[in-house]
C-alpha cells in the first residue's frame, strides 16, 4: 500500500497537470490499479531489505525456509493444497469460476503482483516469521498461531471477514511448511490461488460498501 501511494500521488499531479485537478479521495478504480501495479515491487523491497539487513548472519535458504530435500513432493502438496483453496474461492464466489481460469487484461496486468505475493508472502510469513519463532524457542502451536496472526493483520484493508479468512488460509500455509520443512509447498499453494483469483478477488473487495 506504501508503494501505490507514489502511483496514485503521481496520478494527482497528471490530472493537475493537465488542468484538471482531483479533489478529495482518489477513485477506487485507481486505488486498484495502484496496488495491482506496484505491490509486488513492494514486496520484493520489503524482501530485499530483510536479506540486506541478515545476510551477515543467515544464508538466505535459513532466513526464509528455502532449503528443500524433495522439490517435486513440494510442488505436488502445494499444487492439491492450492486447488482446495481455489476450490473454496469459487463456491463462495470469490470470484466465481467462471472468472478464474479466463486471461484477459487485467489478469495479465496482475500476474507479477500475483506471483510475487506468492513468493514474498510466503518467504516472510511462513520462512521468516515461523523461523524466528522457531529460533527463539516458540513451539510449533506458537508457530502456527503467530504467523497466521501475523498473515491476517497484513491483509487488513480485506476487511473483518476477510482478515479472518486470511487466517485460515495462513492457518493451511503454516501447517504445510511445518510438515514439509520449508516454505515452497505454500508458495506454490500461495502462487496457484493468485493466479486464480486475481484481480477479481480485489475488484470484489473495492466495490464492497457496508449496509
Same mark, same amino acid.
Given at each position: ?13 497528471? !490530472?493537475?497537470?493537465? +488542468? ?21 515491487? +513492494? ?46 474461492? +469459487?463456491? !463462495? ?6 472468472? !478464474? ?18 513468493? *514474498? ?74 493466479? *486464480? ?8 473487495? !473495492? ?5
Amino acid at each position: 500500500m506504501f508503494a501505490a501511494n507514489f502511483y496514485i500521488a503521481a496520478w494527482y499531479v497528471k !490530472m493537475g497537470m493537465a +488542468g484538471t485537478p482531483h479533489e478529495g479521495s482518489p477513485p477506487p478504480q485507481l486505488i486498484q490499479r495502484a496496488v495491482v501495479a506496484t505491490a509486488g515491487i +513492494g514486496l520484493w523491497f520489503t524482501l530485499g531489505l530483510w536479506w540486506l539487513i541478515k545476510r551477515k548472519v543467515y544464508t538466505f535458504s535459513t532466513l526464509f525456509g528455502t532449503q528443500t530435500d524433495s522439490f517435486s513432493k513440494d510442488l505436488l502438496a502445494g499444487a492439491l493444497l492450492g486447488a482446495f483453496w481455489v476450490a473454496v474461492d +469459487g463456491l !463462495m464466489r470469490w470470484p466465481p469460476f467462471g472468472e !478464474m481460469f479466463v486471461l484477459n487484461a487485467a489478469k495479465a496486468r496482475s500476474l507479477f503482483t500475483s506471483l510475487s505475493a506468492g513468493f *514474498c508472502e510466503e518467504f516472510l510469513f511462513r520462512g521468516f516469521v515461523i523461523g524466528t519463532i522457531a529460533a527463539a524457542g516458540g513451539t510449533k502451536k506458537a508457530q502456527l498461531l503467530w504467523s497466521s496472526l501475523a498473515f491476517g493483520i497484513a491483509h487488513v484493508f480485506w476487511g473483518p471477514i476477510g482478515m479472518l479468512f486470511t487466517v485460515a488460509l495462513g492457518v493451511t500455509f503454516a501447517a504445510i511448511t511445518l510438515k514439509r520443512g520449508n516454505v515452497w509447498a505454500a508458495v506454490v499453494a500461495h502462487s496457484v490461488l493468485n493466479l *486464480c483469483v486475481e484481480p477479481g478477488l480485489f475488484e470484489k473487495a !473495492m466495490s464492497f460498501r457496508p449496509t
